[in-house]
């Protein structure tokens, strides 16, 4: 299951004092014994997520071969096989687009340098306070040789990196105060101006590290061995383990919280199914007349800001992140908030397959194409299966997620009746939801359980699949936008 | 109604007349439609829904259909249609996924007659048909196509594409019940209304989605395709399978094709995104646009021709909230501006010219490109259309591949691998040299070679005049030469060669007979030892020596020998060179003797050898016979900088190293040792190690030898104690046993150890030698049969 080797540190503390504060099995001493002086980092977390318990999550040494296939190349490719991954490798069809496109963003042809890559997405990582993602970019981007000043904030970074930080920011909390004006700023100044290509790949970057940071908190992804706050080499104080079973999962799993809300929620799954049903089959006969449809969206979007992201424990970002981003109180603000009126965005009226696609691919070849298979493999992925129950077309749900997420972005669809969403979406899972893709650092533990408790967890992640792409599609689509009207 | 009816009175007349001409609307345009006699035209957009008249000079607002204090989504138009048949009928397809029909005949504000709600998504495209008055087909993103008839509350039938969602719907112009539905996926359906349950032919047209798709309004076998890849396809339908029959490529994702009237091959396109032009094609000629009409500043979303039967008169709509009438006579031709000539290098030298063809079919030479992309048409050719002004067009294409020889690298290889750099006299190096340039057809390369061994050789072979002759004698040369070396090698110690060729200066050869072959041979080959020639033979022995083990093993100690004084010898030559004062003065004697205009000569003779070889075989009498060869050294020198300068490193370090001492002197180390290195570097590259260890062995220039001499060293580890043998060959600083033992006298071998590979016994070369000549067992007596070979 360890796929990663922590970095072998070499201190002057001897491992045969340590080995003397606690049990060690014999075959963990030889081991210890022959790497004489050197300590072994302990992860600090059980296996990928701090949500889904480790035995769930896919073993690397029992996946079919199409899986281990995607896995290789991954490794292959970074040297390394991340928890998003592992995490990810619920659903290994969505994984391998993913995989793919998040390689060519990083590695392949494209008009910005490698170390520019990176530090973009440390940029957009750390609009959330995503410290693992920005720690993993953070060793990529050395590696690749950037300027390690750079890291000590936007202000050493070059005036065109930081000329993005605005984008970033808007893009981030409210790209629908995104206007050509901002995109002019951009490409036109002087020296230091972007080139048109530059910042279609910068912008498609900021909003794949934006939209990851969302699945990052939202599946609560442990750090990397490597990384910080991945690790400790401090003994663990239980003495009944050895080191070896702690490491390998074999620990306290958490077992009580399954057990919890099982008797109180459950058939939950059959309500909303139920519900489901009623959809489809009434919606001929109560034809809502077309002034109650606008009037739903704008209820939903009002209510989506009522929905408030429950836990308000103020986490001030560590020191460590906060320097790669200014103006840290910039947030979401409600789309639909009084006294600014943004018109609503008509996905009739620019939408990705016909008109975002096309910029996109124009201005960097390929991408536009592996985005919109990523989009459409999101979009559509289904095991016809809900909790325990099989055939279920779970169209509808899907189609309900992706335009609630959208609806928050100010993004309307003309076609669809958002009276579903309410009756489709609880509240809890609404607060996920919006806590997730408004303002991911916000997730918590209790926030990921107490939605859909009867469902798996490969149906979480899959929401949480959902839930980023749909994310990521609302950003580009403002952003795109926005660039469409400065180029006509 | 009233004046409507006039207007179409006065059509009908059949005068269709107007100007290119345009009018604002107040929001952007999703779609237009016209009537049938084309006096009117719709536009429908998110915001509007409006019916403009079509003036001499201007549109004139007939109608807004958008009605009541808070219009619905119903409004909000994705695509229109305006009946053919019926003038006061109205499809719309809602981005709410409405189907709306409007009937103008009615008397209220509100014209909205029937309103389907039966798809899900929005409704991307409604149609009518042709000549049916109440059918309407209607094509959904939620990948429903359906039927409706007027009279009927609901669809008649529903069509499942069983795919993604429908974007374009268009009932086939001749055939009643077939029509054709382009999906997002990329494929195109063929649907027979009469049949919902399967469509009849599915293919794919596109890599993404097919946008749109228009029937040939005469050809009924013809459908134009456009998809978000760029391209317009033709596709020929009479046949079983779908056949691409023409292929546009665009430079946006297409969003709308209308073919055009009247015209078979031409066809309109507008893009859906980026590009904001219209265009029209000619689908026989796909890489250039027919006409193209610029005036839009935000991308066109509807196109439409005004009237069924006239070509001359296209309606545009789009999202810069214009609408506009474009007259076909103020289009742009692209043609005009098109370069009419084109002309290409290749990467590897070929050049490829396209022209008319008229321009160059007179040219009996020229071949079509053999083997050519089937995508870059060789010729294309165009019937001369008297209706339109399109430019008789056929253009051939050219490509000349320059000769292989010369723009490949393969001259380079050739030609490191025949060139001979030493073991020669002068003379002939060079004249095998310029043989070897000459076969590989570089005539410059060849006549500086030649060039060369007139300036260098031998001034004797001056008084028998004429360069003919010169190639004549030198038929014989080789004979003399394997003669004369022979000798030298093996019987004549270097000391006595040396003596002579000092003892016989350049006076005492002119006095010799010019008629003696033999002896001018002599004297040549004597003056040759004072350059570089004479340590090159040296070198050639060695090679020999190296070669043959057998004779290098009976003479072990001497060829050693020889070996190590050679290099002294080779300082010996040169001071002996640089002793001799007199070339200098000679030089300036003869420069104050021969005019100025020498010197240019030759100066010429580097750059532009061919034309000026027959300057130098004739001038050559006018300079005293005395005239040393150092005399060209500087031009040399300029012609060594030149080529090295244009890349040709070869000639550069080939020239230097057949000429030898005869130059070296006037060029500095570092530009030597520059050209060498470069040299080496490409045969290296290109796995010419062999020429490239002899370039090496055959430099002077310390840096470039001492190459060789670089990891050379063998380590060898002791055979008693198996550790590695740092100090001396021969005793192990461990163990302290001699490791080598000659096993025939039991002695440590300090020199050349041989040993047998079956059983690793082994001694003294010369021990070992004898001993199997007598013996065929091994002298260490463990009963292997050795052999010595």
Known sequence: MRHAVGPAENVENNSFAVSGLFKICTHCERLSKKDLGVRIPRPLGNGPSRFIPEKEILQVSKVDARTQAIIEDAFAALGRLDNISLVMGFHPQYLESFLRTQHYLLQMDGPLSLHYRHYIGIMAAARHQCSYLVNLHVNDFLQVGGDPKWLNGLDEAPQKLQQLGELNKILAHRPWLLTKEHIERLLKAEEHSWSLAELIHAVVLLTHYHSLASFTFGCGITPEIHCDGGHTFRPPSLSQYCVCDIANGNGHANHHDDLLGNQEVCGEVEVLMERMKQLQECRDDEEASQEEMATRFEREKTESMLVVTAEDEECVPSRDISRHFEDPSYGYKDFSRRGEHVPTFRVQDYSWEDHGFSLVNRLYPDVGQMLDEKFQMAYNLTYNTMATHKDVDTSMLRRAIWNYIHCMFGIRYDDYDYGEINQLLDRSFKIYIKTMVCSPEKTTKRMYESFWRQFQHSEKVHVNLLLMEARMQAELLYALRAITRYMT | ?789
């Open chain 2, 1 to 789: 109604m009233e004046k409507m009816s006039r207007v179409t009175t006065a059509l009908s007349s059949n005068a269709i007349s107007g100007r290119t001409m345009f009018c604002h609307l107040d929001a952007p345009a999703n779609a237009i439609s016209v009537c049938r006699d084309a006096t009117q035209v719709v536009v429908a957009g998110r915001n509007i829904f409006k019916i403009y008249a079509l003036e001499e000079e201007q549109f004139v607002e007939k109608l807004n259909l958008r009605v009541g204090r808070k219009p619905s989504l119903n409004f909000s138009c994705a695509d229109v249609m305006w009946h053919q048949m019926e003038e006061n009928l109205l499809a719309t397809a809602a981005t709410n996924g409405a189907v709306v029909t409007w009937n103008l005949g009615k008397p209220s504000r509100n014209k909205q007659d029937q309103l389907f709600t039966e798809h899900k998504r929005t409704v991307n495209k409604v149609c009518f048909h042709p000549t049916e008055v109440y059918m309407l087909l209607s094509g959904s993103q939620d990948g429903f196509m359906k039927c409706f008839d007027l009279r009927k509350k609901e669809s008649v039938s529903t069509f499942s594409g069983q795919s993604e969602s429908v974007r374009d719907v268009q009932f086939s112009m001749k055939d009643y019940f077939t029509f054709a539905a382009s999906f997002e996926n990329g494929n195109v359906q063929l649907w027979d209304i009469r049949r919902p349950d399967r469509y009849e032919r599915m293919f794919t047209a596109h890599t993404g989605p097919v946008f749109c798709c228009d029937w040939h309004p005469d050809d009924r076998g013809w459908l134009a395709t456009g998809g978000r890849d760029k391209m317009v396809k033709v596709w020929d339908m009479t046949t079983n399978r779908a056949k691409e029959i023409y292929c546009v490529q665009t430079i946006a994702s297409v969003a709308r094709v209308k073919w055009r009237p009247e015209r078979k091959f031409h066809l309109a396109t507008c893009s859906m995104m980026v590009d904001h032009n219209i265009y029209v094609w000619d689908i026989r000629r796909p890489f250039i646009p027919f006409a193209t009409f610029e005036e839009h500043k935000d991308v066109t979303t509807g196109i439409v021709w005004r009237h069924q039967h006239d070509p001359h008169f296209l309606l545009s709509g789009s999202k810069d909230s214009t609408l506009y009438q474009h007259m076909f006579k103020d289009a742009t031709r692209p043609v005009d501006k098109a370069n009419p000539e084109g002309l290409c290098f290749g990467l590897f030298g070929d050049l490829a010219f396209a022209a008319k063809e008229s321009l160059i079919s007179s040219d009996a030479n020229r071949k079509p490109y053999p083997g050519g992309d089937r995508r870059y048409p060789i010729f294309f050719f165009k019937k001369p259309d008297q209706t339109e002004q399109f430019a008789h067009v056929s253009s051939a294409l050219s490509v000349f591949e320059t000769d292989l020889d010369s723009n490949r690298m393969d001259w380079f290889v050739k030609t490191a691998q025949l060139y001979l750099l030493s073991g020669k006299p002068f003379a002939e190096l060079c004249d095998h040299n310029a043989k070897v340039a000459r076969e590989l057809k570089r005539p410059q390369v060849s006549t500086t070679w030649t060039m060369l061994r007139i300036m260098f050789s031998d001034p004797a072979n001056l008084t028998t005049p004429g360069p003919n002759h010169n190639l004549s004698k030198l038929g014989t040369l080789p004979l003399m030469n394997s003669f004369s070396m022979k000798e030298m090698g093996s019987g004549m110690g270097t000391e006595s060669r040396l003596e002579r060729s000092k003892g016989e200066s350049r006076q005492d050869n002119i006095h010799l007979e010019p008629g003696n072959m033999h002896i001018s041979n002599n004297n040549e080959e004597n003056e040759e030892t004072e350059g570089s020639e004479g340590q090159a033979e040296y070198m050639f022995g060695d090679a020999e020596l190296d070669d043959d083990d057998l004779y290098s093993m009976e003479h072990d100690n001497q060829t050693e020998e020889q070996e190590y004084t050679l290099p002294q010898e080779a300082f010996q030559l040169r001071h002996e060179i640089m002793d001799n004062p007199s070339a200098p003065e000679h030089l300036q004697q003869d420069k104050a003797d021969s005019p100025h205009v020498s010197g240019n000569e030759a100066e010429v003779t580097c750059l532009t050898p061919i034309e000026s070889f027959s300057l130098i075989s004739i001038s050559q009498p006018l300079f005293s016979p005395h005239l040393p060869a150092s005399f060209f050294c500087p031009i040399v020198r300029e012609m060594l900088s030149y080529y090295a300068e244009q890349g040709d490193v070869q000639m550069a370090v080939s020239v230097l190293i057949v000429l030898g001492d005869r130059i070296r002197k006037e060029i500095d180390d570092l530009t030597q040792e520059h050209w060498y290195m470069s040299y080496i570097d490409l045969l290296q590259r290109f796995e010419l190690w062999n020429v490239s260890n002899e370039v090496i062995k055959l430099s002077t220039c310390s840096a470039i030898t001492c190459l060789n001499q670089a990891s050379t060293t063998l380590h060898i580890n002791c055979s008693n104690c198996k550790r590695p043998m740092s100090n001396k060959g021969w005793i192990c600083d461990r163990c302290h046993q001699c490791a080598s033992v000659c096993a025939v006298c039991h002695h440590v071998v300090k020199g050349l150890f041989v040993w047998c590979q079956g059983c690793s016994h082994g001694g003294h070369l010369e021990h070992i030698m004898n001993w199997l000549k007598s013996s065929t067992h091994c002298p260490a007596g463990c009963g292997h049969l050795c052999e010595y070979t």
